[in-house]
């Protein structure tokens, strides 16, 4: 019965720091998160809110925590993704992409993982790599003019200057 109230008062706990942060109250919603987080520890959602307003505050090693939590309480896709992303934001390229390497291992096939690999090979300078990475993010997005930008630079690193062009 205990341990019904508590996972109870952890989704009221998110609700209402849902709720306050539409309001725009956002001090008082991380800690409505907070206290969600203490009455349910598993709760995924609050763990997620919080780690995204600690991404849109710039407290990015706090945003690490919170989806490093929800990655191993859940360990799916999503819960890899958002973790590797702000990893790459503190240019953790290490750890960004195992996170990112558990994605494929989820969705082998999606193309935002394999673009975000992309951006990590070649900050490391590994063109062929990123080259590599860069084929299913331009059939998915032909469009889209940053999958030609990096592909131009990927091209551009590994001296196919024509065709960089």
Same mark, same amino acid.
């Given at each position: 019965? &205990? =341990? ?5 008062? !952890? ?21 409505? #998160?907070?206290? /969600? ?12 809110? $919080? ?9 990015? /090693? ?7 939590? &929800?990655?191993?309480?859940? !360990?799916?896709?999503? /819960? #890899?993704? =958002?973790?590797?992303?702000? $990893? &790459? ?29 992309? $951006? ?6 590994? #063109?062929?790599?990123?080259? =590599? ?15 030609? =930008?990096?592909? !131009? ?10 065709? /960089?062009?």
């Amino acid at each position: 019965m &205990v =341990n019904e109230l508590m996972l109870a008062d !952890g989704w009221r706990h998110l609700q209402q720091g849902l709720a306050l942060e539409r309001s725009h109250r956002v001090t008082e919603a991380v800690s409505q #998160y907070r206290q /969600a987080i203490a009455s349910n520890p598993h709760l995924r959602e609050a763990h997620n809110a $919080l780690g995204f307003y600690y991404q849109r505050s710039g407290l990015l /090693a706090k945003a690490v925590e919170s989806f490093r939590t &929800v990655a191993s309480l859940y !360990g799916d896709f999503l /819960a #890899y993704f =958002n973790l590797g992303y702000v $990893l &790459v934001e503190l240019e953790r390229y290490d750890e960004a992409q195992s996170a990112f390497a558990q994605c494929l291992t989820l969705a082998p096939e999606d193309s935002a993982t394999h673009l975000e690999l992309s $951006l990590i090979a070649l900050s490391r300078g590994e #063109y062929s790599q990123a080259f =590599n990475h860069l084929e299913l993010p331009l059939r998915s997005y032909p469009d889209d003019w940053e999958v030609h =930008n990096l592909l !131009g630079r990927c091209l551009l690193g590994m001296r196919r200057f024509d065709e /960089a062009i």
